[in-house]
């Protein structure tokens, strides 16, 4: 189906021709998105933002290094993580990334102690990256450090977030110009420092519940599975 129009202007459509092209517009149209690079769907001015999921595991439960799956509330059980504890995390780049954009990674964290006052906890997280498709090797790792303030409720769920990536890269941050679809982020976060502040009692240790990387998404898939994804 085609929307019908009338060269003349001012010249007025059918009845039949008008709900045509409402039920045409209402059912769908075959819309086409330019295959650049930079081409994709816009929120207002700028693209939007996604998540990028990072999958967390713990490689071996009895290593010093290791968290404790603990009891968070009723029978659910998270990582519990004492100064030094870590996880491994690793993110895969989606076809909607849009290239030359930076990435911010976060954690998701809490205490589920009654007696925090205040303080602070800061987290760490080491990365490496290559690109697929035999492009690139995994380099040396590189360490982001973010302090959050601890808020003083149980169980409140915090976000701390860090840049992760900058145009060139640093000894902190990754190479974003580097960066592509299809490559892969390995990582391993940890706890450096729990600086929390009690009224009584012991300093709780704090739970890990994810490991996110935020990035800017053009919204549509690439023309080609492999490089060059844009052709």
């Known amino acids: 189906m085609t929307i019908t129009t009338r060269a003349g202007k001012g010249a007025e459509l059918t ?3 008008l709900d045509a092209n409402f039920a045409h517009l209402r059912d769908g149209v075959d819309a086409r998105v330019p295959k650049g690079r930079a081409d994709g769907i816009k929120i207002e001015s700028d693209y939007g933002w996604h998540d990028l999921l ?5 490689p071996d439960y009895s290593a010093p290094e290791a968290p404790t ?3 968070y509330v009723g029978g659910i059980k998270e990582h519990l993580l004492a100064e030094g504890d870590e996880v491994q995390v ?5 076809h909607d990334y849009l290239m030359g954009s930076n990435l911010h990674i976060h954690t998701h964290w809490s205490h589920n ?3 925090v006052t205040g303080g602070s906890v800061t987290w760490g997280m080491e990365l490496t990256y290559a690109k697929g498709h035999n492009q690139g090797a995994f380099a040396g790792t590189i360490i982001i450090t973010e302090q959050q303030t601890a808020s003083t409720i149980q169980r409140q769920h915090m976000i701390c977030e860090a840049p992760a990536s900058i145009s060139g890269g640093s000894a902190n941050l990754l190479d974003t110009d580097d960066l592509e679809v299809d490559g892969l982020i390995f990582g391993r976060v940890y706890l450096v420092s729990n600086d929390l ?5 012991p300093v709780p240790d704090v ?3 994810q490991v996110d990387i935020h990035y800017q998404s053009t919204n549509v898939a690439t023309k080609q599975r492999a490089p060059d994804f844009w052709t």
């Open 54 to 58: 990072g999958h967390l595991f713990v």
């Open 69 to 71: 799956l603990s009891t």
């Open 197 to 201: 502040e009690v009224s009584s009692g």
């Open 113 to 115: 102690a009654t007696t």
């Open 15 to 17: 009845h039949a021709e």
């Open 90 to 94: 690793r993110v895969h780049l989606p």
């Open 207 to 209: 739970f890990l519940h």
